[in-house]
C-alpha cells in the first residue's frame, strides 16, 4: 500500500527551463510534506518543506506547491541547472503521532546541456 | 553540520550469515531510523527509535532487528542474511519535534549484497 507515489521514475529537461515533479498521496493525516534530494553514492538530502496550512513554500530556485483538496504536492525548479541532476524523494508525515517519514518511489531528474 | 555516520560503504556476505550494520551521530538526536532504498521501491523504513533502548517496527521489519544502547548509536542486525535483503541501507537521525515538522539527516549508505 504506497500512500505517497511518484508517478513518473524519471524526467529530462533542458538546462534554464521549468522543471516539475509530482506526488500525490492518500493518507489524509499527512500534515507536513517534505523533498529530499539524492546523488548517487551519497544518501538523500533535505531540499525544502511545507506544512499543510501553507499551500505555496519558495526557497531560491525551488517552491513547493500543495493542493489538500487533491492531496498531489509539486516541486519546481527554475531555471534547472545541469547539477539539479538527482534522485528527488517526496515524503509526508502525521506530526500527531509518529515522527516517521513516509517517501515516495523518486523521480530522477536529468538536466540536459 | 549534523554528521551521520555509517560503518560501511559496501559490504558483501553470505547467505545465512549474521550481518550488522552500524551507525553513528554526533548531534545527540532522538531519533533515528533505518531505512532501505531499492529501485522502483523508493526509501522504506524497516525499524526506528525514539530513545535509548527504545525500538518500533517500521513497514517491513522482517527479516531484522535493531538496538540502541547508546543514544549516538543505533544497529541494524540481519540475523540470517538472504539474497533478497541486498539493498542499499540508509541510517537517519533527527530532533524529537513531534507537533512540528521533522527532518531527517541521512548517512552515506551502506550497499549491502548477499551471495
Known amino acids: 500500500d504506497q500512500q505517497v507515489k511518484q508517478n513518473s521514475p524519471s524526467l529530462s529537461v533542458q538546462e534554464g527551463r521549468i522543471s516539475i515533479l509530482n506526488c500525490d498521496y492518500t493518507n489524509s493525516m499527512f500534515d507536513y510534506f517534505l523533498w529530499y534530494k539524492k546523488y548517487p553514492a551519497e544518501g538523500p538530502t533535505f531540499l525544502i518543506s511545507?506544512?499543510?496550512?501553507?499551500d505555496k513554500n519558495e526557497d531560491g530556485r525551488f517552491t513547493v506547491f500543495l493542493n489538500k483538496s487533491a492531496k498531489h504536492l509539486s516541486l519546481h525548479i527554475v531555471p534547472s541547472q545541469p547539477g539539479d541532476s538527482a534522485v528527488y524523494f517526496c515524503?509526508?508525515?502525521?506530526?500527531?503521532?509518529?515522527?516517521?517519514?513516509?517517501f515516495g518511489t523518486g523521480t530522477r531528474l536529468q538536466v540536459t546541456l | 553540520d549534523v554528521k551521520v555516520t555509517q560503518s560501511s560503504r559496501y559490504l558483501v556476505k553470505r547467505t545465512g550469515e549474521k550481518v550488522f550494520l552500524e551507525c553513528v551521530q554526533d548531534m545527540d538526536h532522538e531519533n533515528m531510523f533505518w531505512y532501505r532504498q531499492d529501485p522502483g521501491l523508493g526509501l522504506r523504513l524497516i525499524y526506528f527509535s525514539y530513545d535509548v533502548k527504545m525500538k518500533e517496527k517500521g513497514d517491513i521489519p522482517e527479516g531484522y532487528s535493531v538496538s540502541r544502547e547508546k543514544k549516538e548509536r543505533f544497529s541494524l542486525i540481519l540475523e540470517s542474511a538472504s539474497t533478497n535483503q541486498t539493498s542499499m541501507y540508509l541510517c537517519?537521525?533527527?530532533?524529537?519535534?513531534?507537533?512540528?515538522?521533522?527532518?531527517?539527516?541521512f548517512g552515506s549508505g551502506t550497499q549491502l549484497s548477499v551471495l
Open positions: 511545507i506544512s499543510s496550512i501553507k
Open positions: 515524503a509526508a508525515s502525521n506530526t500527531g503521532t509518529a515522527s516517521k517519514l513516509t
Open positions: 537517519a537521525s533527527s530532533f524529537s519535534t513531534v507537533g512540528s515538522g521533522e527532518k531527517l539527516f
